[in-house]
């Protein structure tokens, strides 16, 4: 059985970090392009970061440039991303996908998808 499973998000204060998991069972990460989404209240889901399969070339949307570090672990067939000078408005429940596509945020191109971390940023 294909498994995406998301941890660690959290209560954090603004300024703060936290660093989410993505791992996989059931599939090799390091085979596909993962993706990390985030779906804010009353807002539709986005891409966020993301990062290749093989080579690892990794990926942000300009809103997390030099805050974010997404990155590999192989061996324990896991995606992590750093979240870094955490923001109000990074307030959101947060996916990891697997797909094919490298360097894309398109949904659809996406064949597996985590149940979600709620991450919530607040004084």
């Known amino acids: 059985q294909v498994q995406l499973v998301e941890s660690g998000g959290g209560l954090v204060q603004p300024g703060g970090s936290l660093r989410l998991s993505c791992a996989g069972s059931g599939l090799t990460l390091d085979y596909y392009n993962i993706g990390w989404f985030r779906q804010a209240p009353g807002k539709e889901r986005e891409g966020v970061s993301c990062?290749?399969?093989?080579?690892?070339?990794?990926y942000y949307v300009n809103s997390v440039k030099g805050r974010f570090t997404i990155s590999r672990d192989n061996a324990k067939n896991t995606v992590y991303l750093q979240m870094n000078s955490l923001k109000p408005e990074d307030t959101a429940v947060y996916y990891c996908?697997?797909?094919?596509?490298?360097?894309?945020?398109?949904?659809?191109?996406?064949?597996?998808w985590g149940q979600g971390t709620q991450v919530t940023v607040s004084s």
């Open positions: 990062i290749s399969s093989s080579a690892g070339n990794a």
């Open positions: 996908a697997a797909g094919y596509y490298d360097g894309s945020y398109d949904e659809d191109e996406y064949d597996y």
